[in-house]
């Protein structure tokens, strides 16, 4: 899957998921606050990016992933 | 589960932190590295049967007291203390039927994702093989 078609399935798959407009899902955006994410539903992000992209992301990792772009670039070299 | 259970009736304290009457599983019958396999058999005197059936908040509290189950003898394998846990959400929560007095469940708990301190998991309740109860569940584990 090329990065640009895989960026656009997160965005649509979060913006599902955690009902919020695609538009505010931008690169730079941090996560936790445009998807509305407290300590509980964060794992309802991390479950959805194994189940969607079969990418799991461990708990060490997820407090270092605090934009999109940083998400896109973590599931792309996952994927890779 | 056929085999000879890990832990059973008095023995399941050294892996949940809750004591009678309010223990909601008796027997741990085995594990994986994300699942667990647990029972409890519904008595008279259980505080959750009313009419000879045991209830829904007896049955949510079968299933987060399963995971509890997990999470202790995760613990116990590493030599830690056995972790208190809080049930944070219940999602997705079915129920087909209602145990009766003296039947057996026997639950499935699968560990879907963990971050920091918050368990994410699905749990499968039967009874005689049949599915009476699942529902999705997380739980927050005090550090």
Known sequence: MEKQELIAKINEVLAEEFEVEIEDITPEANIKSTLMLDSLSL???VALIESEFGVKIKGTEV???LTFEALYDFIYERLA | MDKNPLYKGEGIKELIPQRAPIMMVD?????????????LTVSEENIFCKDGLFTEPGVIEHIAQSASAFAGYNAKANNLPTPIGFIGEVKKFKIAKLPKVNDTLKTNIKIISEVMNVSLLTAETKVNGELIASCQMKIFIKE
């Open chain 1, 63 to 65: 407090s270092s992933i």
């Open chain 2, 27 to 39: 027997t741990f019958y085995d594990a994986t590295s994300d699942e667990g396999f647990t029972g």
């Open chain 1, 43 to 45: 794992v309802d992000m």
